[in-house]
Structures are given as C-alpha cells and as structure tokens.
C-alpha cells in the first residue's frame, strides 16, 4: 500500500513539473532561511550552558546610581573575592576572578602575535568553571606568577604542537616573562569570557599598581553558593558588607553603593550592565530574527497550500475516478499526504544543500561562526521530524479538501459548494504579502535609523580623527618626545590625550558645587590641553583649558551644558564656580568654561551632565589629521615612523573615531543586513506562489481569454482582469499589515534616546513595493496569457 502511494505521489509530482518546482523552491528557500536563524538563535541560547552549576555561580555587580536612576557596574577591585569569602564562610563556597585585556606576546625579536583575547584568572579558575585542559594540571596551572595557559589553536600557531608549547618562555608586552604551563582544550566559542591566553592573577598582583585599592575597578568577581543557599539570603547582608569597608568612603561620597548578585546564565544576555570586560548577546535581536524565522517557515507553508488548493479543479475529475471505483476519504486524504511528505523530503533536502553552500556567506552576515550544536543522532531524528511534521501541517488542508469532493461534481469538473477554497486562497495571499510587507517596514526603519545615527550632529568633529592607544610603556614614558614630534608633523592639525574619547568609556563620580551641601554624580572624563579644539567642541561660556595658566592642570575643570543646568546656573553663570569631587580628588577645581553639550556616548542614551578635568595618566591620543596639509595616508605613515622611532617592538595601532563609532551600531547594522534578505526571501517565496496562482488562474480562464480576444480584447485589457484580482489583495494585506508593523517599529525604537519618527510614507513605500513586486510577477503570467493564439485556446477546449 505505502509503495503504491509513493509511486502514485513520484507519478503526479512528475507530470505536475510547474507546481512541484514552484512548491520545493518555496519550500526549499522557506527552510533554509530559518534553518540559518535556527543555527543562530540556538548557538546564542546555549551559550555558557555547558558550565557547572549554573544555579548557585553568579557574577558580581556594583549598584551605583546617576540623577537618582540606579545602574549596574559589570566589574569590581580585586578584593572583593577574598573579603566575600572570608566574610560569608557559610554562605559562599568559592570564588574567582577574571581580567579581560590586550597583550603583544613576544617569542623571539623575529615573532611577535598581537592577541587581542587575552586573560587573567585566578588559580581556581580553570577548576571552577570545569575548563578541560589538554596537558598540565588544571589546579596548579595558574598558581604562580607568571604562569601561562594557552589553547591549543595557540599552542600550535606560536611552537607548532601542543608538546612543544609546554615549558617555553614567552615576554608579554616587553615586560612579563611567562611560562607556559598547561594547553587548555579549545573549549566552545559560545562562553561570554571567551579567551585564548590566560596569565596568572598572581601576574598581575605583582605587577601593577593599585591593586589592593578598593576603589581599582578592574576585573569580574565570580561567586559560587554553598548548596542550599539562596542569593536573597546573600544579598541581605550586602548593606553590612559595604559598610564594613566603605563606610568612611560613603560618608564622604554622599552616596553608598549597593552589590548585587547576577545569576550565570543571564551574564551573557545581561542589559544596561555598564563598564563591562565580557561580550554580551542581544536577545531582542534573537526575538526578531525568530520572528523572521517563523514569518518565513508560515510564508512557505501558506505558499504549498495556496498553490494545492489552486489545483482542486485540475485533479478533481482524478479523485471523483477514485471515489467511483471505490476509493474511500482516508485513502485520498492518505495520498494527497503522500505527495506533500515526498514535497517537503525534496525541499528539505534541498534546503540543507543550500545550508552547506551559503554557510560562509551566512556567518558574515551574521557576525559570528554558526555552531552545529547538534550531534548526528539528534540529526537524524530532527530531519525527518521536520518532513513530517511540516508535511502534514502544510497538506493537511489540501488532503482534507480534495479529498472531500463529491464524486458526481468532481466528474463534472465542478468542486463541491461551501468549500471555501477560493476564499482560503484569497486569505492566504493577504496572509503571505502581510508578512513581507511587515518585513520591509522594519527593513526600511532599520536602514532609516542607522542613517540618521551616522549623520546626526554629536557636537563634535568626527572625520579624520586618529585614535590611538598608548598602554605601551615605552612610547607612554616618552610622551613628552612623541608629542613634540607630532607637533612638527605636517598633516597634524591638533591632538590631545584624553581618558575618554567620544563613544567610550566615561566614569562617573559625585561632585559637590561650593556654598551647598547637595552631592551631584556626573560623567567624567580626563583629557589635556588642545581637547575642545582637537574635536571641535563649541565653547558656550569662559575659556578652554589653556597652557598658559599652569594651575589649569590640576585645579580647573569644564563642565557641559548639561552639569551646569543641574547644578542651577546657565552656562554663563557658573563660570568661575568651584566644584569639588569627594571622593578620589579633594582639590577643588573652578570651572574655567562651559562646553555645548557632545553625544559622548551612544545615541541610545541621553546625554547626561559631564566633568571635563586634566590629568597625566591619560592614556589614549586623539590626532586630529589635516587632509589639505598632505594625503591622510602619508600622516599615518609619519606618525607611525615617530612611534617605532620611540617604541619598535610593539607595532603602531591605529583606528578613526568614526569607525569606533560605527562600532556601536554593529548589532542594529546587522539587524539591517539580515531584515533587508529576509525579507526579501519573504517576497519571493510570495510571489513563487502568485505566480503559480496566476498560471492556473490563466490556465482556467483560457477559453474566457480567446474569445476576449476574439471580441477585439486588447493584451492590456486581458492582463489588468487577470492582474487586478491579485492586486487587491495585496492591498488589502497592505491595510492590515499596517498597524502590525507600526507597532513592532515603535517598540524596536524605544533602545533609542535619539531617533527617527515612524511616517506615514514608510508604510506606502512597503506597499508600493509590495505592489510593484506582485505586479511584475503577475503580469508576465497574465501578458503570456493575452498573447497566445486565440485559436489555439479555443480550439484546446
């Protein structure tokens, strides 16, 4: 029986070549697109899942507050863990540190790797996130200092085997001898402190100053309860584990600050979680492409029962044969079942083809690697799950349909009354072009969006600025030399150094004005002379920091548009002002200036009150480059000759500030990139199906059409009737998608401080599209149809 069904369903799929092409490539593009967003949406879901002990590990954060809206701080000073251990013995069973950073590895003067994944852990770590390790002791491996522990895709590119790597000695930075002491397996990609090379925590205990400082906000603190211990519990006697130790501080401060612990599995999709060492997932990001995903698996499904149904008329004398030889509801429904399991084999089968081949074109596109996370077995039960659960989903109603016809009609070629096929069909069509249109609506948002993020004043210079980074020690310890130098460049028209360059990080401390007792916390950021002029900041009240008044580097301040407004005074009537910072710096400093207000950081956030102060240990430069002077490669290439005049083990590193910040929208340009191609795969896929719902609509209305045309009908006239029908259900789908999209628009919106406004336009473009797109797929159908010989379709019926 299933034998004579398959071959049944082979013979009626080979002689219907149309309608089985029109269904797979449906199917097959449908199945593939969300097997994409599937990949995708599952390797983020199961990040850090492999993990021990998900329930009781947890992250350390900070609970800090600005203008009396609380926000969480991502990292915490080094004596957090043993203070936590030592005080809640009971309560917690260990605890870990790690240190995120960028380190030039030196094997020799001939080899040096830049490593930008670089780490350090303390003794504990390895163990206590049960990391396998492929050679060494994975209790001892870190716990001396200098220890080092590479993966194994290290330790094959620095000695070309994992048994060469261990016990070699390699400098870090120029500074640090470190040895190699164990080769970790390459553990999953998918892990929110992805590393490659991890140094001692010891390393850095014996290395750096500050280190004891509870105020030297550097790392993330892991913590792991006692079994039975809740984090509420925990978390309760944290107002006493602060007092204990920043009790004087707070006193002075003004204002505590509050811990709080942060379970393991929401570390990776963790929002609004500032200053932090770790990459972060999006998971509305995720929402939406499972949006896509399933926009696209009910496209393709709608698609296979739009173009069955439409072909009820062609097979009904068919299954009123079989019905009068005896054939009963469930053998018919069973064949027609047959044909869309044997569709869908073929259109899945297909679909991996094409999953295999774009692969690498998909991992671009989505910014990182896609990881199979399922082993063959579950493979080989998900692919025929999928067949015959989308088969039987997707034919069911055709089945259920065709199989319901009444012999005696069905012989006559006339469908049984009451079916409403053709009203399924119409619902259908607005249901799949609904869909598309509600796709390209949040495309054309998206791109809108990121449009006027990349064109929107932020108060500042952002062209041919050269940001670059001088953690090296031996270009910082020659900073006078090099700024010298630079000064005597041509194509350098102004630089400064600066602790905060626009669009990154920015601290935030309390700050008391003189003659008032109230504390305000504003941003802050460090800079030297030249900062306004390098980046073009418009001065509003008073005077730019200045070489000629030796105090400014110690006792001046500027402050923007906004920390004056909060503090009372107009830009004008705070110059001249003391303010004072109560916590780290008990110099007051007068406000020499008023700046206007700059985005200094995304355009997701408000700008909010800022302190502009000077210090010497900032670290990063801003080189503003004059492309008049000479060519902007040619000024690169002078300042890169000045740094390895000064420093020539390490390589100059460089970026521009405006691709920094372009930086900060990688998530939404994605976002973009990938709603631009579904949607439209959404469109073709609808109109794969339209233009197999205009073949039979012109196939079944031939004989109409030659004697149209005999009557003196022109080709225009035949294709508008065959077209217009269409038509108005894609503007209907238009009405209805509407709303849909406008509200979806308005909530991926609200991530934005600044942003767009939804118009009205918007929605008729995606329409219009949408119109244009069904037109053409429809009118070549319907223009075909005008302009065969009437003859032959008269003479055919």
């Known amino acids: 029986m299933f034998r004579n069904h398959l071959l049944l369903a082979l013979r009626n799929l080979a002689k219907n070549r149309l309608f089985t092409g029109l269904n797979i490539l449906g199917l097959a593009v449908g199945l593939a697109a969300a097997a994409f967003i599937a990949l995708y949406v599952v390797g983020e879901w199961q990040t850090d899942r492999f993990l021990p002990a998900p329930e009781r590990t947890f992250r350390l954060l900070r609970v800090s507050g ?13 004596n957090y863990a043993a203070a ?11 605890t870990v540190r790690f240190m995120r950073g960028e380190s030039l590895v030196l094997l020799n003067k001939n080899q040096v790797f830049e490593e930008k994944k670089m780490a350090w852990g303390d003794a504990r770590f390895i163990p206590f996130f049960d990391l396998k390790m492929y050679a060494g002791n994975p209790k001892t491996a870190l716990e001396k200092p200098g220890s080092l522990v590479l993966t194994r895709k290290v330790a094959q590119r620095y000695f070309g085997s994992e048994a060469k790597a261990m016990g070699q000695i390699v400098k870090i930075d120029n500074a640090i001898d470190a040895q190699v002491t164990g080769i970790l397996e390459d553990f999953p990609a998918n892990t929110h402190f992805d590393f490659e090379l991890m140094l001692s925590m010891k390393t850095a205990e014996t290395t750096r100053q500050y280190w004891t400082d509870w105020w030297n906000n550097c790392l993330i603190t892991y913590a792991r309860l006692k079994p039975g211990v809740s984090a509420q519990k925990v978390e309760s ?4 584990f602060m007092d204990k130790y920043f009790a004087e501080d707070f006193a002075t401060m003004g204002a505590p600050i509050g811990l709080r612990l942060q379970p393991l599995r929401k570390v990776y999709f963790g929002k609004d979680v500032r200053y932090d060492l770790i990459p972060h997932g999006n998971q509305a990001a995720m929402q939406l492409f499972g949006f896509a995903a399933l926009v696209l698996l009910l496209v393709a499904g709608a698609n296979y029962v739009n173009l069955s149904t439409a072909r009820a008329t062609e097979r009904s004398r068919e299954i009123g044969v079989q019905k009068a030889l005896g054939a009963g509801v469930g053998r018919i429904r069973v064949q027609f079942l047959s044909e869309s399991l044997l569709l869908t084999l073929c259109g899945v089968s297909l679909a991996l083809l094409g999953v295999y081949m774009a692969m690498p074109a998909f991992e671009t596109l989505f910014g990182s690697p896609f990881r199979l996370v399922l082993s063959g077995c579950q493979m080989a039960l998900i692919v025929p799950a999928v067949v015959l659960i989308f088969g039987v989903l997707a034919g069911f109603y055709p089945a259920t349909l065709l199989a319901s016809f009444r012999p005696v009609n069905a012989l006559r070629g006339q469908l049984g009354k009451g079916m409403g096929q053709e009203t399924v069909r119409k619902g259908l069509v607005v249901f799949q072009f609904g869909l598309s249109i509600v796709l390209i609506c949040g495309t054309i948002l998206i791109h809108r969006q990121l449009n006027f993020l990349g064109k ?3 108060g500042y210079r952002r062209e041919n600025i050269l940001l670059v980074n001088t953690d090296n020690p031996e270009v910082y310890q020659k900073r006078s030399t090099f700024e010298a130098l630079l000064k005597e460049t041509p194509g350098v028209a102004a630089f400064t150094r600066t602790g905060g360059t626009p669009g990154g990080f920015h601290d935030a401390l309390n700050f008391k004005l003189e003659g008032r007792d109230e504390i305000a916390k504003m941003r802050v950021t460090y800079v030297d002379n030249d900062f306004s002029e390098t980046f073009g900041i418009q001065l509003l009240a008073g005077r730019d920091f200045s070489r000629d008044f030796a105090s400014d580097s110690t006792q001046a301040a500027l402050i923007n548009q906004s920390a004056a407004l909060q503090m009372g005074y107009q830009p004008a009537d705070i110059v001249g002002k003391v303010i004072t910072e109560t916590m780290f710096d008990s110099i007051p400093k007068r406000i020499v200036g008023v700046v206007a207000d700059y985005h200094f950081s995304s ?20 080189i503003r480059l004059d492309p008049g ?14 740094w390895q005049q000064l420093s020539p083990a390490f390589p100059f590193q460089y970026q521009f500030l405006d691709e920094s910040l372009n930086r900060l929208y990688l998530s939404e340009a994605r976002q973009g990139r990938i709603f631009s191609l579904f949607s439209a795969l959404a ?28 009557l003196g009908a022109s080709v225009a006239g035949i294709t508008s009737l065959l077209a217009k029908d269409f038509l108005k259900l894609v503007i209907l789908a238009m009405l209805i998608a509407t709303p849909v999209a406008w509200y979806l628009m308005r909530q991926w919106l609200e991530d934005f401080a600044y942003r767009v406004e939804v118009q009205w336009w918007m929605f008729v473009l995606a329409g219009v599209l949408a119109i244009g797109i069904a037109f053409l797929t429809i009118g070549l159908q319907s223009v075909k149809a005008a302009l065969a010989n009437p003859v032959k379709s008269l003479r055919s019926e």
């Open 237 to 240: 006697r944290f107002e006493w």
């Open 603 to 622: 355009l997701r956030d408000r700008v909010e009150p800022l302190v502009i102060m000077q210090a010497n240990w900032a670290g990063s430069y801003a």
């Open 66 to 78: 600005l203008k009396d809206t609380p926000y969480e701080i991502g990292i915490s000073a080094p």
């Open 683 to 710: 469109i073709f896929i609808a109109c794969v199906g339209m233009f197999g719902l205009a073949t039979f609509a012109a196939a079944k209305r031939t004989k109409e059409i030659g004697i149209r045309k005999v």
């Open 629 to 642: 002077a000479q060519s902007i490669d040619k000024s690169i290439a002078a300042v890169g000759q000045i």
């Open 456 to 458: 929107k004043d932020l």
């Open 84 to 94: 936590l251990q030592n005080d809640f013995e009971g309560q917690i069973e260990e």
